[in-house]
């Protein structure tokens, strides 16, 4: 199968209308539908139904369509990281990290690696809630640190850094804020204080509260008395002013974790890992 095949294949499967998908692709509808009929002739099975009024993508075409959106991403993927190793005499790598997160983990990594005799520049990348992942997977990122079991770590290859319990962030002078310790079922419908609601998919249950786009972000809204949050015991030494911090007993751990692309062979992303599980 050519890449351009599967790209006009998506976008008929997204669009489910060949007229929509050869505007969006910017060439006439005819070419495009001898494209998908060709693919279908070569793998010898219908991808869509068609109709005078409707396109519907047959049980074929929907495994086509999820195995082709990976394909094309790998290839994208493999264009930037290319691209970006013959950019300069001496390829660095980049390192993808939620913003606000394992500040002190990442400054001590990049000090450690710096010292190191074979060590090349890093460039740190810092993402929105939940976006390390995909900017590892398209190709951004060489890369990243994850959280599990927020973050999606499938089709990586990671090894764990550590372990950690979680702590409640509270607006200053809330009532549940001068307690000891909390339990989730504490923190459940607070009246007042709407768990946030988080992007995509986040790995956590979003509320009726705020939306939020990152770390510092969400750590004004806590000030403002507008949300809580229950986050990773190494954001305590992070908190601003007035914001208080109190043990979950029953929330789960959080490791941390260094994830690369497992076809990864770069001794650069192996010396990083290496310095990482040092530490």
Same mark, same amino acid.
């Given at each position: 199968?050519?890449?351009?095949?599967?790209?006009?294949?998506?976008?008929?499967?997204?669009?489910?209308?060949?007229?929509?998908?050869?505007?969006?692709?910017?060439?006439?509808?005819?070419?495009?539908?001898?494209?998908?009929?060709?693919?279908?002739?070569?793998?010898?099975?219908?991808?869509?139904?068609?109709?005078?009024?409707?396109?519907?993508?047959?049980?074929?075409?929907?495994?086509?369509?999820?195995?082709?959106?990976?394909?094309?991403?790998?290839?994208?993927?493999?264009?930037?990281?290319?691209?970006?190793?013959?950019?300069?005499?001496?390829?660095?790598?980049?390192?993808? *990290?939620?913003?606000? /997160?394992?500040?002190?983990? #990442?400054?001590? =990594?990049?000090?450690?690696? @710096?010292?190191? +005799? %074979?060590? $090349?520049?890093?460039?740190?990348?810092?993402?929105?809630?939940?976006?390390?992942?995909?900017?590892?997977?398209?190709?951004?990122?060489?890369?990243?640190?994850?959280?599990?079991?927020?973050?999606?770590?499938?089709?990586?290859?990671?090894?764990?850094?550590?372990?950690?319990?979680?702590?409640?962030?509270?607006?200053?002078?809330?009532?549940?804020?001068?307690?000891?310790?909390?339990?989730?079922?504490?923190?459940?419908?607070?009246?007042?204080?709407?768990?946030?609601?988080?992007?995509?998919?986040?790995?956590?249950?979003?509320?009726?509260?705020?939306? *939020?786009?990152?770390? /510092?972000?969400?750590?004004? #809204?806590?000030? =403002?008395?507008?949300?809580? @949050?229950?986050? +990773? %015991?190494? $954001?305590?030494?992070?908190?601003?002013?007035?914001?208080?911090?109190?043990?979950?007993?029953?929330?789960?751990?959080?490791?941390?974790?260094?994830?690369?692309?497992?076809?990864?062979?770069?001794?650069?992303?192996?010396?990083?890992?290496?310095?990482?599980?040092?530490?």
């Amino acid at each position: 199968m050519e890449t351009r095949e599967l790209r006009y294949f998506v976008a008929v499967a997204q669009e489910l209308h060949f007229g929509r998908a050869a505007q969006r692709l910017g060439i006439a509808q005819p070419p495009l539908s001898r494209a998908v009929a060709q693919l279908e002739r070569r793998l010898g099975t219908a991808l869509l139904t068609r109709s005078s009024r409707s396109v519907a993508l047959t049980p074929a075409g929907e495994v086509l369509l999820a195995e082709a959106r990976a394909a094309l991403a790998a290839v994208e993927a493999a264009e930037r990281r290319t691209r970006r190793a013959g950019s300069t005499d001496r390829p660095g790598l980049v390192l993808a *990290v939620k913003a606000g /997160a394992s500040a002190e983990l #990442l400054a001590k =990594l990049l000090d450690a690696h @710096a010292a190191e +005799p %074979d060590a $090349v520049p890093v460039d740190v990348l810092l993402v929105g809630i939940g976006e390390q992942g995909q900017v590892l997977r398209d190709g951004r990122a060489d890369v990243a640190l994850l959280h599990r079991p927020f973050d999606d770590l499938a089709g990586l290859d990671v090894e764990e850094l550590g372990t950690e319990g979680q702590i409640a962030v509270l607006p200053a002078g809330h009532e549940l804020g001068t307690r000891p310790e909390l339990v989730l079922a504490d923190l459940d419908g607070v009246p007042g204080l709407p768990a946030p609601r988080w992007p995509g998919p986040s790995g956590v249950t979003s509320g009726p509260g705020p939306q *939020v786009r990152d770390h /510092a972000q969400l750590l004004q #809204l806590i000030g =403002l008395g507008r949300t809580f @949050a229950v986050l +990773p %015991d190494s $954001v305590r030494g992070q908190l601003p002013e007035g914001l208080r911090a109190v043990p979950v007993a029953d929330a789960p751990a959080v490791t941390t974790v260094i994830a690369w692309p497992p076809h990864s062979r770069s001794l650069a992303v192996a010396g990083l890992v290496r310095t990482a599980l040092r530490l």
